[in-house]
């Protein structure tokens, strides 16, 4: 069993940069495809982006318009989420995942382990 904890999420002011982290425990999960997904207040969980199990290739959702960047260090079991120039509209509630499989999905229900969240707020 894998547990996946988020952190770095926060209160910030637009145009700041935050870097969201997941540290998985339980087992490795230097073989797992990992993705974030963020659900903005109101709306429906989405992916954000994902990364296959070697680092090397990865997918971003067009409308995160190249100011995230994902990317894993399985020397630490750990994924990361960067964000740049945050906006107001990217309020909200990012989970990290982890699949079985070491080539990412874009769908939420390919995803077998899931954390509990990190709240990012970005004020005006």
């Given at each position: 069993?894998?547990?996946l904890v988020e952190s770095g999420g926060g209160l910030?002011?637009?145009?700041?940069?935050l870097r969201l982290s997941c540290g998985a425990s339980g087992r490795t999960v230097s073989s797992d495809a990992m993705a974030w997904f963020g659900q903005a207040p109101g709306k429906v969980r989405d992916l954000v982006a994902a990364i296959d199990w070697t680092g090397s290739t990865?997918?971003?959702?067009?409308?995160?318009?190249?100011r995230?960047?994902?990317?894993?260090?399985?020397?630490?079991?750990t994924a990361y989420l960067q964000i740049t120039s945050l906006k107001p509209q990217d309020t909200a509630v990012y989970y990290c995942a982890a699949s079985h499989t070491d080539?990412?999905?874009?769908?939420q229900y390919n995803y077998d382990y899931w954390g509990q969240?990190?709240?990012?707020?970005v004020s005006s």
């Open positions: 069993q894998v547990q910030v002011q637009a145009g700041a940069s990865t997918h971003y959702e067009d409308a995160v318009e190249c995230f960047t994902i990317s894993r260090d399985n020397a630490k079991n080539y990412y999905s874009l769908s969240g990190t709240q990012v707020t």
